[in-house]
């Protein structure tokens, strides 16, 4: 299915029927968002983001059967060759799951209640290779995770990090996008993305939430 050119092709999976029409609803009302697909289980979710390919897969935690850590894990987890944009939708009491899912390769995540703009802005920012995690809980979900400590010691960057790139990392794990991050340190839009790309080589990490979660298991947010 190649859809309408020039528009972020959403799969939406959600066990709840009201939820899953709702999250269809606001997106399809976005000019440059379609919805190609929905699903009430992992298992179609996966079926269905293997055939049709979208740009974005929206996907519930809790799901029957195949739940949706297993689900990111099976379409963008670190053994899938082609890995696919995942972004976990969730709410407050499933922190845990949600940690889980980033590690499985999600891109990002929300709260149920984030609303319109925040929902279309993290399709378009998993769509364009970024990651966007829900700015009220980032400090809160991943800190409480590295003040619990990683399941093992924190990998080494290849090279050591240069200031720049320490203060874009903190600013990155603080949940700022590039464009807050341009305006807080006074650089343009290019450097930004140009220093984030170099954490990702230097961290061998796969997307800008592997790099949030990098900082709080270092502690490299004491104080701030």
Request: aromatic residues 4%.
């Amino acid at each position: 299915m190649s859809g309408v050119p020039g528009r972020v092709r959403v799969l939406v999976a959600d066990d709840q029927e009201i939820v899953r029409t709702g999250l269809a609803m606001i997106l399809a009302a976005q000019p440059d968002v379609e919805v190609v697909g929905e699903a009430a289980t992992g298992q179609r979710a996966v079926e269905l983001a293997r055939r049709l390919r979208p740009d974005v897969c929206l996907f519930d935690i809790r799901m029957p059967g195949l739940d949706g850590i297993e689900a990111t894990r099976l379409l963008a987890g670190p053994a899938v060759a082609d890995p696919m944009a995942v972004v976990v939708i969730t709410t407050f009491d499933l922190d845990e799951y949600v940690y889980a899912a980033l590690r499985a390769g999600a891109r990002g995540f929300l709260l149920k209640d984030c609303g319109p703009a925040l929902l279309t802005q993290a399709v378009h920012a998993a769509a364009a290779g970024d990651a966007l995690i829900a700015p009220q809980v980032t400090t809160r979900l991943l800190r409480a995770f590295a003040d619990a400590g990683p399941a093992a010691p924190p990998r080494q960057p290849v090279d050591r990090l240069t200031d720049r790139e320490e203060q874009v990392l903190g600013a990155v794990a603080r949940g700022r996008t590039n464009t807050e991050i341009s305006a807080e340190l006074h650089i343009t839009l290019s450097t930004v993305k140009t220093h984030v790309a170099s954490l990702m080589a230097k961290l061998g990490a796969r997307n800008r939430v592997e790099v949030a979660m990098w900082a709080y298991e270092t502690d490299r947010l004491r104080g701030g």
